[in-house]
């Protein structure tokens, strides 16, 4: 049985030795060893390869996303935020946007940072979850939305300039929590 604890406005679950929690200012350099390598390739985030420490630190740490990180002996593996998809009518949507570290990657925490963030989500009031921009030949970030109950629900064309493919569709992906 999974259990879900909770500290003041830290929420931790351990899993396996992997502990989800939020993120925290102190979490900035870890975030950044994630965040760096997977914006530098240029394949599954839109943004710039030569973007700023402080600019993705600044967008991943923003007011308007809960922020979270998960943990394996005493190391963050991975991150991961929640935002609110829309505003006023459409704000029981959530939006989220995952990452895991290179050297953790296929080993897991996706799924279980998924499956927290459904958890986290429906106990912030959200009743489904939304990525508006899921990179078509991210292969392995489809195939994992789909075993996560996502659907694709809209295809645009050429959306992404892919560094190797060059212009690629990308997914709209959707489930009710």
Same mark, same amino acid.
């Given at each position: 049985? &999974?259990?879900?604890?909770? /500290? ?23 975030? *950044?060893?994630?965040? $760096? ?5 240029? +394949? ?10 402080? &600019?993705?630190?600044?967008? *991943?740490?923003?007011?308007? &996303?809960?922020? =979270? ?5 005493? $190391? ?37 940072? %998924? +499956? /927290?963030?459904?958890? $986290?989500?429906?106990?912030? #009031? =959200?009743? %489904? ?11 392995? %970030?489809?195939?994992? *939305? @789909? @075993?996560?109950?996502? $659907?694709?629900? #809209?295809?645009?064309?050429? %959306? ?15 489930? &009710?929590?």
């Amino acid at each position: 049985m &999974k259990k879900l604890i909770y /500290f003041s406005q830290n929420f931790l679950r351990n899993l396996n030795s992997l502990i989800l929690r939020k993120a925290n200012p102190e979490d900035s350099p870890f975030l *950044w060893n994630i965040i $760096e390598p997977i914006i530098r390739s240029g +394949e599954t985030y839109v943004f710039d390869p030569n973007s700023s420490r402080e &600019k993705m630190l600044d967008y *991943w740490l923003a007011d308007d &996303k809960q922020t =979270y990180v998960a943990e394996q002996d005493g $190391e963050i593996v991975g991150t991961f935020f929640l935002k609110t998809n829309q505003p006023d009518r459409g704000s029981h949507v959530v939006n989220a946007g995952f990452m895991v570290s290179p050297e953790s990657s296929g080993k897991g925490i996706g799924k279980a940072m %998924a +499956e /927290f963030s459904f958890e $986290e989500a429906r106990r912030l #009031g =959200y009743h %489904a979850m939304q990525f508006n921009y899921v990179i078509k030949s991210n292969s392995s %970030a489809v195939a994992l *939305w @789909k @075993k996560m109950g996502f $659907e694709i629900v #809209g295809e645009i064309p050429e %959306a992404f300039f892919h560094p190797k493919l060059g212009l690629t569709n990308v997914y709209v992906m959707y489930r &009710k929590l």
